[in-house]
């Protein structure tokens, strides 16, 4: 318990300025957890006998996350050049006499879509008019939603939710997460009230969408680690796991509340 308190009291002391300020530090912070979170992903992968192509599918990742923050009109041509790469690469791996280049391939591309391109909308939420406020609704909406399946699963959960992806979770902890998330979703509303002119009621609406949606990033990363027979996806952060295992709902709460946002409120 004591290493997972002083793992997250350290990132909370990066993480929170971060945000608060934006620009630089915070892509630089969210650019290190995409990168490290692809290679984990990579890792995962090879331990259930794939190879994917290091390489390009970390590298091409951070290449694909850097472009569309900073150089958009280049973010479609970059994400082309790097699936042919990709499959260029694995293509001679087949020559050689890899007989899983192909599904190699489908996971090299995979990395660069989900945290290259998924991931850069943990940017692109911070950035919105009033991003601070919009990312301080949508990713707290999300991590209470976390604790609160967490904590009522433990303590009251009966009914699997998805015994072979994640035998723990079950069904009460699900709408127990979903609770959370909303009642958090409305205090962040009424707590960014002068920012974000929304009213409590859309509010709430956002906070459930995102409460119902995000468990399946969660799922996701299991369905992952499931195949790999690995638990955590590594042990960078003491009593926590990997960046991976961090940022899995992430990957699905800031490009869902994004659209959200710039579809319904802005």
Do not use: C
Request: without cysteine; charged residues 15%.
């Amino acid at each position: 318990m004591l290493p997972r308190l002083l793992t997250a009291l350290v990132l909370a002391a990066i993480g929170i300025p971060a945000i608060i300020y934006g620009g630089i530090f915070f892509w630089a912070l969210i650019a290190a957890f995409i990168v490290i979170a692809a290679w984990e992903y990579v890792n995962l992968t090879r331990s259930a006998g794939y190879q994917p192509a290091m390489l390009i599918a970390v590298g091409g990742a951070f290449s694909i996350f850097l472009v569309r923050n900073y150089f958009p009109a280049y973010e479609s041509a970059t994400l082309v050049a790097l699936v042919f790469l990709g499959m260029a690469s694995h293509l001679i791996a087949f020559e050689r006499g890899r007989d899983q280049a192909a599904s190699d391939f489908a996971i090299t591309t995979t990395s660069l879509i989900y945290f290259g391109w998924i991931g850069s909308y943990l940017v692109k939420l911070r950035e919105l008019p009033e991003g601070l406020f919009w990312f301080s609704l949508a990713l707290p909406t999300v991590w209470f939603a976390d604790t609160g399946a967490y904590f009522i699963g433990k303590n009251f959960g009966k009914h699997k939710l998805s015994p072979r992806l994640s035998p723990k979770k079950t069904w009460e902890g699900y709408w127990g997460g979903v609770l959370f998330g909303v009642l958090a979703s409305i205090f962040f509303t009424w707590l960014w009230r002068e920012h974000l002119h929304i009213t409590l009621v859309e509010g709430a609406l956002l906070g459930l969408v995102l409460s119902l949606l995000t468990t399946l990033g969660d799922l996701g990363e299991s369905m992952i680690k499931r195949q790999s027979n690995i638990k955590d996806s590594s042990h960078i952060l003491p009593g926590h796991g990997g960046i991976f295992d961090r940022i899995d709902t992430w990957l699905w709460a800031a490009p869902i509340g994004y659209y959200l946002i710039r579809w319904f409120f802005i």
